[in-house]
């Protein structure tokens, strides 16, 4: 079965501190992996994807096949940052996705 | 705005009343997907469109629950005879056909509260 685990509700940081997000999935063959974020009082929108190996708003994610992860990082916070973050899972191929619990961030200042 | 739109933003229901929403979703899109959203949890897919063909429905979905896209453009989701477990936020998304797992585009959503 695949699954989504984000074993984070909520993570603190400090502004300017490094944060990691965790993800882990399970899901038998190769699938697409996602994060979205949840900015307050906004639609859920996709931040990055890992087969764009990009690095959006200085957020990275690297897929690792080995430990099924794909955790999300930056290496200094902002308080723009503060949002509710999601990992989620294709395997579909037409885009239907299975999501973590969610991530809520709280950076302060 | 040109993105996902649904309507109404929120409900408020009696228990046992039927309720439907709509979502109209980006212009160009081919693919729509219904989620639902309890409080502490991510979305759960409920449904999913290509066109005006519906073809994949979740578990999730009882018999009270029915959606329709007749001509491929917008769609509506029917909750029948409502229950308390109902209460959720419903989502609706979009996404192109030309790419694999391109980008769904998610609405504001619709809070349902059954009471």
């Known amino acids: 079965a695949q699954r989504v685990t984000q074993p984070e509700k909520l993570l603190s940081v400090f502004k300017g501190a490094p944060v990691e997000l965790k993800c882990n999935y399970s899901?038998?063959?190769?699938?697409?992996l996602f994060w979205y974020v949840q900015y307050s009082r906004q639609r859920l929108q996709l931040l990055l994807r890992?087969?764009s190996r990009e690095s959006i708003k200085g957020f990275t994610a690297d897929l690792n096949k080995g430990e099924t992860s794909f955790h999300l990082k930056k290496p200094f916070a902002q308080e723009e940052d503060s949002a509710m973050y999601y990992c989620?899972?294709?395997?579909?191929?037409?885009?239907?996705?299975?999501f973590g619990a969610g991530t809520q961030v709280v950076v302060t200042p | 705005d040109t993105g996902v739109s649904q309507d109404p933003r929120h409900k408020i229901t009696k228990r046992g009343q039927n309720v439907t929403f709509r979502c109209d979703p980006i212009?160009?899109?081919?693919?729509l997907y219904w989620y639902r959203q309890t409080l502490g949890q991510g979305p759960e897919f409920l449904t999913y469109?290509?066109?005006?063909?519906?073809?994949?429905k979740s578990r999730l979905l009882s018999d009270r629950f029915s959606a329709e896209r007749p001509k491929g453009s917008f769609s509506t989701l029917e909750i029948q005879r409502t229950e308390q477990g109902d209460s959720a936020m419903y989502l609706c998304?979009?996404?192109?056909?030309?790419?694999?797992?391109?980008?769904?585009?998610f609405g504001q959503g619709t809070r349902l509260t059954v009471v």
């Open positions: 998304a979009s996404s192109s056909i030309r790419v694999m797992n391109t980008e769904a585009f």
């Open positions: 899901y038998s063959g190769s699938p697409e």
């Open positions: 890992h087969i």
């Open positions: 989620a899972l294709s395997g579909s191929g037409w885009g239907k996705l299975q």
């Open positions: 212009s160009e899109h081919n693919r």
């Open positions: 469109f290509q066109n005006e063909a519906q073809l994949e």
